[in-house]
């Protein structure tokens, strides 16, 4: 795929078995949001997550039972076949559990430790701590700033310079540069204790959309590092999605941002791993990766009124989803696929001919049949009650006409 994205240049980072920033793909990632603590609902998130396709997935290591439950939790998965990096995130007593608890430290892939909460009299001397502990297991640490969050030492002093000024700049202002200042001092102070630049990651996370393109403009021009983006308490749903991927997309287009994360808050039990497809879809939609089949459907109108052709492209796309991890394994390029799906004659055909397979539905008035059209030429025309079934079987072929891999081809013609 052609992107015309200039990417950043950043120091690469190893997380486990996958490389953060420099010119490798804007890695996905997620968080947990079970108990540490419940050793197999954590890892069972881990795997559903890693599973719909998150490449590093952080847990939250809050205590003491978090913290003991880690090296198992790791074990497991392992056990399971799943070897996602699991990044442990800390926050006040992280400099007394890494400390305490040498198994969860190596077990862990990367630390994430925020510089505003490491303590209030003692917070360097915690943070180094923490640093220490990643020098000695030589793990990396993202040094995640946060606004909800931020040094308050540090914003204080920021105020009171600011107050000094004959025109003082407006509090956001001031906020906004001791985002950047706690990033840039707290990357400085880790790599005097020792953690070398390519062990180092880099948020500052806001929860305003042009708050947050700000300070990650700023960072990226002053920083080497790899960044981690993502927009903090994003929200819920719509709300959430939206503010998300303007954001992310605004910085993303301009090359900024070497692993990204969509923090969605969930619905009581709906799934976490949306998320992840939310992160993926921006990466698709801006052409930076591919990940899924692309369905692409027209929004109707009252040139259609049956609703036939919304159900078929729901079910497409339902039935990509579900499929997509077996399609994955053995039909290598098939995320890269263009699916149409659309309602009538006016943008149908030729909408469906762009597509790698398409079909263009009747609309109202229209002669009751759908001609499919595959690589940009007419293919078929389906007519009957069958139309979505014989679709998806026309979909399964060409998927395994042009996506299977040599060496099943062989397998498959000796059988
Ligand atoms: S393709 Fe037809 S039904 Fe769909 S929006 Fe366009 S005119 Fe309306």
């Avoid at 926050?91 to 630390?111: C, D, I, Q, R």
């Avoid at 921006?282 to 027209?298: D, E, H």
Wanted: hydrophobic letters at 35%; glycine letters at 8%; aromatic letters at 6%.
């Amino acid at each position: 795929m052609i992107s015309p994205i200039k990417r950043r240049k950043s120091i690469p980072v190893n997380v486990g078995d996958v490389i953060v920033g420099g010119d490798n793909p804007i890695a996905v990632q997620s968080m947990t949001n079970t108990d540490t603590a419940d050793i197999d609902n954590t890892v069972n998130q881990i795997d559903h997550l890693h599973q719909a396709g998150s490449e590093l997935v952080r847990i939250t290591v809050n205590n003491d039972q978090a913290a003991k439950a880690v090296p198992y939790i790791k074990e497991k998965l392992i056990n399971r076949g799943v070897t996602v990096p699991v990044i442990g995130d800390f926050h006040y007593n992280g400099h007394l559990l890494l400390t305490k608890y040498p198994e969860m430290a190596k077990s862990l892939a990367k630390f994430r430790i925020n510089p505003g909460n490491t303590g209030t009299k003692t917070r360097d001397k915690n943070f180094c701590t923490i640093v220490e502990q990643a020098v000695k297991y030589s793990k990396p640490v993202r040094i995640g700033v946060n606004w909800g969050s931020l040094d308050q030492q540090l914003l204080a002093q920021y105020m009171d310079v600011n107050n000094q000024r004959k025109e003082p700049k407006s509090s956001k202002e001031v906020m906004l540069d001791t985002m950047v200042e706690s990033a840039r001092r707290s990357t400085a102070l880790a790599e005097d204790v020792g953690l070398p630049s390519d062990k180092i990651v880099v948020s500052c996370k806001m929860s305003g959309v042009q708050d947050l393109i700000n300070v990650y403009r700023r960072i990226a021009d002053d920083l080497p590092y790899a960044l981690h983006l993502g927009l903090t308490e994003a929200g819920m749903g719509m709300k959430g999605t939206v503010a998300s991927s303007v954001a992310l997309a605004i910085l993303l287009q301009e090359g900024i941002g070497d692993t990204i994360r969509v923090s969605l808050t969930p619905m009581p039990g709906a799934d976490r791993a949306e998320e992840v497809r939310i992160c993926q879809q921006i990466l698709q939609s801006l052409g930076i990766r591919s990940f899924i089949p692309q369905v692409t459907a027209c929004p109707g109108c009252g040139r259609t009124k049956s609703t036939y052709f919304q159900e078929l492209a729901d079910d497409i796309q339902k039935y990509i989803v579900e499929m997509m991890p077996v399609w994955r394994e053995i039909y290598p390029g098939v995320e890269e696929m263009d699916v149409a799906v659309m309602g009538c004659v006016v943008n149908g055909p030729g909408e469906s001919r762009h597509a790698n397979i398409g079909i263009s539905l009747p609309g109202t008035f229209e002669e009751p049949k759908a001609p499919v059209y595959i690589d940009g030429e007419h293919h078929s025309t389906l007519k009957g009650d069958n139309i979505g079934a014989e679709f998806r079987q026309l979909l399964e072929e060409y998927i395994q006409k042009n996506y299977t891999r040599k060496e099943e081809e062989k397998e498959i013609s000796q059988i």
